[in-house]
């Protein structure tokens, strides 16, 4: 069975960072593109971005908001995969969802129950 | 990007009844090389992840009722419930995956009438 949990949500100032985790279990992990989608409350789905295998590059792909701030990184030998997430503005309090699924990260049918990120003064 | 939109924001559907949901890319998702358009169908429930309905824009993900069917293609698509039951009131989202960043639509809520 497909499980993705993630933690490290939590409350932070603007302008600071944050980690947070996704622990993967139940498929080859090596072998999965991986991606980060954000809900702000009470809002819609917003793609953050994907991380590619590492036979495929390892590649790393990011929505606008993200770029520059946030950071998508893997660690295969844990099943884990991480958001860097640095230069935190009030508009980044979301729930943090990790999800995989179909071929290259498209579809996404296997989602985590998200982390919650507030970012307030 | 391409941008996704999504009407109507809202509907309400009697027990029994269809609904329709409608999902514009702002260029096509269709994929030549593939022979398939790059688009997916979501449902959300209250305090729950998105779970996937639809994917290559008719393709039902297994389990899933076949009550739900999706068709359209390029830039065009339509997400329909053809017998709404309680359980179907949600938040719906298509999603293209055509192009990065992969954008969703704004997302459609059906309630009961």
């Known amino acids: 069975e497909v499980q993705l949990v993630e933690s490290g949500g939590t409350l932070v100032k603007p302008g600071e960072s944050l980690r947070v985790s996704c622990a993967a279990s139940?498929?080859?992990?090596?072998?999965?593109?991986m991606t980060w989608v954000r809900q702000a409350p009470g809002k819609g789905l917003e793609w953050v971005g994907r991380?590619?295998?590492?036979?495929?590059?390892?590649?790393?792909n990011y929505a606008a908001p993200a770029i520059g701030r946030f950071t998508i990184s893997r660690d295969d030998s844990r099943n884990m995969v991480y958001l860097q997430m640095n230069s935190l503005r009030t508009e980044d309090t979301a729930l943090y969802y990790c999800a995989t699924g179909g071929p290259e990260g498209s579809y996404l049918d296997h989602w985590g129950q998200g982390t919650l990120v507030i970012v307030s003064s | 990007d391409i941008v996704m939109t999504q009407s109507p924001d809202s509907l309400a559907v009697s027990l029994g009844e269809r609904a329709t949901i409608n999902c514009k890319s702002s260029q096509t998702v269709f994929f030549n090389s593939k022979n398939k358009n790059s688009l997916a169908w979501y449902q959300q429930k209250p305090g729950q992840p998105p779970k996937l309905l639809i994917y290559w824009a008719s393709t039902r993900e297994s389990g899933v009722p076949d009550r739900f069917s999706g068709s359209g293609s390029g830039t065009d698509f339509i997400l329909t419930i053809s017998s709404l039951q309680a359980e179907d009131v949600a938040v719906y989202y298509c999603?293209?995956?055509?192009?990065?960043?992969?954008?969703f639509g704004p997302g459609t809520k059906v309630d009961i009438k």
């Open positions: 139940g498929f080859t992990f090596r072998n999965t593109w």
């Open positions: 991380i590619k295998s590492r036979k495929d590059g390892e590649t790393r």
């Open positions: 999603q293209q995956y055509y192009d990065t960043p992969f954008t």
